[in-house]
């Protein structure tokens, strides 16, 4: 059987620009997201169709949950925010289709994401708000003798939000895609075992499709969450402090 980690490995295609299978998908990725939508929108019609419907509803979904977080303000990260959305799942999509790549389960892709994301905060807190921006380390009503202690741990914990938001989306997708693959293998090998030992198959094909329709749910809700969560983060930026 072969190792569940195995299809996980970064393949070179091209070594002589280091264009691997990881390069391949998110290109990939881009291309269905963009052609996609090309697709979806080229009538543009007042009655929408189907594929115009899904855009629509992709796009309202988007902007209701930055609006929430962030306020009307908000809308001016809705590109950064709608194809952050939109690369994650997908990505992860694609990763459900056997023998395709999950660029999502390698830590260096999802950690990239989020640094993205902190940076914009970081970047675009300092320009609009100058100094006032660091405000948010410095809680309101703190006694001065704890507030070393507090600035602390908040620099500590906003450090910490990028390599959060990054494990929890590699360690999902890869947890589910190694979990899938065990079952998969258990099935493979009760078949081939023969005898009485076939007959037992099907209790882990019956888990491995249990686990194939959660998968679906967690790469929804993971794409889902990334966003949520960087919603918030911008909400930082827009209005520091407490």
Not at 75 to 96: E, I, R
Not at 108 to 121: D, E, K, M, Q, W
Not at 131 to 143: E, R
Request: net charge positive; glycine share 10%; charged share 10%.
């Amino acid at each position: 059987m072969a190792s569940p980690i195995e299809q996980f490995q970064i393949k070179p295609i091209i070594p002589a620009i280091s264009f691997t299978n990881s390069s391949l998908f998110m290109i990939g990725a881009a291309a269905v997201i963009v052609g996609g939508f090309i697709l979806a929108t080229r009538k543009r019609a007042l009655v929408p169709g189907r594929g115009q419907s899904i855009a629509e509803v992709l796009h309202d979904f988007v902007a209701g949950t930055l609006t929430d977080a962030t306020g009307k303000e908000g809308m001016k990260f809705f590109p950064l925010v709608f194809s952050l959305f939109m690369f994650v799942f997908t990505a992860n999509l694609l990763g459900m289709i056997p023998g395709f790549f999950t660029v999502t389960s390698h830590v260096i892709v999802t950690f990239a994401l989020a640094l993205l994301v902190i940076g914009t905060v970081v970047v675009y807190g300092i320009i609009k708000h100058g100094t006032h921006f660091f405000g948010l380390f410095v809680p309101s009503g703190v006694p001065v003798w704890l507030l070393p202690f507090i600035v602390v741990i908040e620099v500590i914990s906003f450090l910490s939000r990028p390599i959060s938001l990054s494990l929890r989306l590699f360690a999902n997708m890869l947890a589910g895609h190694i979990a899938l693959k065990v079952f998969g293998g258990f099935v493979a090998a009760l078949l081939g075992a023969g005898g009485a030992l076939t007959l037992l198959a099907p209790l882990p094909l019956i888990m491995a499709v249990a686990l194939m329709a959660l998968e679906f749910l967690v790469a929804a809700l993971q794409a889902y969450v990334f966003t949520v969560l960087t919603c918030i983060y911008l909400n930082d930026a827009l209005h520091p402090g407490h």
